[in-house]
């Protein structure tokens, strides 16, 4: 590396990204710009090589600098097809940090330059890079709120919306350019954005566009996630079992590409999708393959949705003993990562689970099983501890000030004025050796006025203020103390004009030899020969990339329980349709009830008593009519069976263990 020129040094760097070594090849592009060059178009190939690099390593911050180096040296320039590129790869970069408003604006900056350049295939990306603004933008918003696809706010479903409008400009241009790749992403994304927007037929129908596409290619890896997203379609339309096909094709593909959390995924859909159609053996076989491989890959939070979902299954089958075996391994899981919503849902089915076996309840029982609990309430108390270790006054607590208190009501009386607050504040920290806060800007003051104390003047000898009684009186100043405040006032004037002063815009590795000099002030000028200056639009755009590294500087907020489960979640699937089963499951509760009684109907309190006297007396209404119409006995008794059977379904899904254990015996 060592003794190259910085040409030498870039080609070298961009063989080793083209050869999947991006750390090396950055390595080279960083030498190169120490070498430095006088070609601006050469650095700008650097600075937008180098962005791509940090970009794929994940980098983000390294990668958004060096693009926006490269679109201004574009500017510079005025070259206006690396002007449209740089603005594509900062709204691309932008997009990745969140910043979604700043990205559409730089994309739409990528799409007028290309039209105005009648550059197809510049336009083409640009769509294609809005499209997915607008999708990341609708998809975060979305989450945000936890809805299912269909259901989202109108901010949501207009960004989602406008997603979809790029998506299809983009791909009749491409259909129109012939490329089968580009048609392919874009009848993905088309299809995951009418999936989100609640229009699944069409997300279908686009899924299998991407499916086919994907097959001519041979993509794996596409293929697989075009049967994962169509059995998404699938289950809300109610389609489980063409879901459940495309769910064990995605798991056929993802064992042959060797993806364990791509398999455990597919396990845990599977399962989901079997006990939406209650099979609930197969539920169990698949959640336990998906159990298995998070335990594998540690991730404790797919861990515990497997044990949680293993745990409904079991007690669905009436074996209660399992049931509660995964229930308690799901409550020490979510005491472990911090999930309240999975600790509570734990809790609630540990105790029913217990209370159908007839184990009685001990105190403690939930949290005493395991160190955890213990643990966290260890954490809780600390964290009192904490909070009230902040709220101490540790000045009120030395021995001085403690002195002090005892004195004080003496003092008082002995002082005919006493102090300000502020001043008595003060003046207790100064006795317990503790200097007061101050604001930065009052440390500033005190660097620049080091005698300027109790409104004295620098150089001011120590007699020229006078005290007397309660009252200072000032002595007229010098003329040389005159002199002295106007040299202070002149410095802070000049200090104010240096923070004013506009700065170059820092461009690493560039040669300011006599022609680059003269360029840079050629394109700052307000247009030159060419009639070319930074327009609003653009200097629009450079004010909200720089107001992004003051968020890059910014303090995170702790990460809460979701959030951590949303990051350290791998063999769990981010389309999760969990919620979906809850929904169905209650909706299906509807057709499996039996008409209730009239003395029922009349006067009858809510919950699981209302239930079980329902269910005697539907009983009991088979009885009676198979003997009014003379049905043999064995019929009577199927009859029986088949109603204690839908009435331990009932209480299954709602939960009441013990009454489907009732029914069940």
């Not at 007061?436 to 104390?453: A, E, K, T, V």
């Amino acid at each position: 590396m060592e003794g190259g020129t910085c040409m030498e040094l870039a080609l070298e760097g961009e063989r080793l990204c083209k050869g999947g070594d991006c750390r090396a090849g950055v390595s080279f592009f960083e030498a190169a710009i120490q070498v430095g060059t006088a070609d601006m178009k050469t650095l700008s190939a650097i600075y937008s090589q180098l962005g791509n690099a940090y970009f794929y390593l994940g980098e983000y911050g390294k990668a958004l600098e060096y693009h926006k180096h490269d679109l201004t040296l574009a500017r510079t320039m005025n070259d206006p097809l690396g002007e449209a590129k740089a603005s594509g790869n900062l709204g691309n970069t932008l997009k990745v940090l969140g910043q979604f408003d700043e990205a559409i604006l730089c994309c739409k900056r990528h799409l007028d330059i290309s039209r105005e350049l009648q550059d197809t295939v510049g336009e083409g990306r640009a769509l294609y890079n809005l499209g997915n603004v607008y999708h990341a933008k609708g998809k975060h918003a979305g989450r945000m709120g936890h809805q299912d696809p269909g259901d989202f706010p109108d901010d949501v479903k207009e960004s989602l919306q406008r997603a979809a409008e790029h998506y299809e400009e983009n791909l009749k241009l491409v259909r129109e350019l012939g490329d089968r790749a580009a048609q392919g992403r874009a009848c993905g994304n088309l299809g995951n954005t009418h999936y989100l927007l609640g229009n699944f037929s069409q997300a279908i129908h686009y899924h299998e566009e991407r499916l086919k596409i994907a097959k001519e290619f041979g993509d794996k890896a596409a293929e697989r996630r075009a049967y994962s997203n169509l059995g998404n379609a699938h289950v809300f339309l109610g389609e489980f079992g063409e879901a459940a096909e495309h769910y064990l094709k995605t798991l056929q593909i993802a064992r042959e590409i060797g993806d364990r959390a791509v398999e455990a995924q597919a396990c845990y859909s599977l399962g989901n999708t079997y006990t939406l159609l209650r099979d609930y053996e197969k539920a169990i076989y698949y959640h336990s393959l998906h159990l298995q491989i998070a335990q594998e890959l540690l991730d404790r939070v797919g861990e515990g949705r497997a044990c949680w979902s293993l745990g409904n299954a079991f007690a669905a089958l009436g074996n209660n003993e399992r049931a509660l075996e995964f229930a308690t391994k799901h409550l020490h899981i979510s005491v472990e990562i911090g999930d309240q919503t999975g600790q509570q849902t734990a809790e609630s089915n540990v105790t029913d689970l217990r209370s159908v076996l007839g184990i009685s309840d001990t105190d403690g029982m939930l949290c005493g099983e395991t160190d955890d609990c213990s643990d966290a309430a260890a954490s809780r108390q600390a964290r009192l501890r904490r909070i009230s270790m902040e709220n101490m006054d540790l000045v009120s607590q030395s021995p001085s000030a403690k002195a002090e208190k005892s004195s004080d009501g003496e003092a008082k009386r002995k002082k005919p004025d006493a102090l300000p607050p502020f001043a008595a504040s003060t003046h207790r920290a100064a006795a317990a050796g503790l200097a007061p806060d101050r604001s930065p800007d009052d440390g500033l003051r005190r660097q620049r006025q080091p005698n300027q104390m109790n409104g004295s003047v620098p150089g001011a000898a120590s007699g020229a203020t006078l005290q007397i009684g309660n009252h200072v009186a000032v002595q007229p100043q010098t003329e040389e103390q005159k002199n002295q405040l106007m040299d202070m006032i002149a410095g802070f004037q000049a200090n104010r004009l240096n923070d004013q002063r506009a700065v170059l815009p820092d461009l690493p590795g560039l040669q300011t030899n006599p022609a680059v000099i003269g360029q840079l002030l050629a394109s700052s000028s307000h247009g030159g020969s060419q009639g070319v200056g930074l327009d609003d639009s653009f200097l629009e755009m450079l004010m909200r990339c720089q107001a992004t590294r003051i968020e890059d500087q910014r303090s995170s907020l702790p990460i809460s329980a979701r959030e951590a489960r949303s990051v350290s979640a791998p063999t769990v699937p981010d389309e999760d349709f969990f919620n979906l089963i809850q929904r169905i499951q209650s909706g299906r509760l509807e057709d499996q009830r039996s008409h209730l009684p009239e003395a029922q109907e009349n006067g009858s309190s809510s919950g699981s008593s209302s239930l079980r006297s329902s269910f005697k007396n539907s009983l009991k209404g088979s009885k009676k009519g198979s003997k009014k119409e003379e049905i043999a006995p064995s019929r009577a008794k199927s009859a029986a069976r088949l109603c204690c059977r839908n009435w331990a379904t009932v209480f299954v899904d709602l939960g009441l263990y013990a009454e489907a254990a009732y029914m069940a015996s």
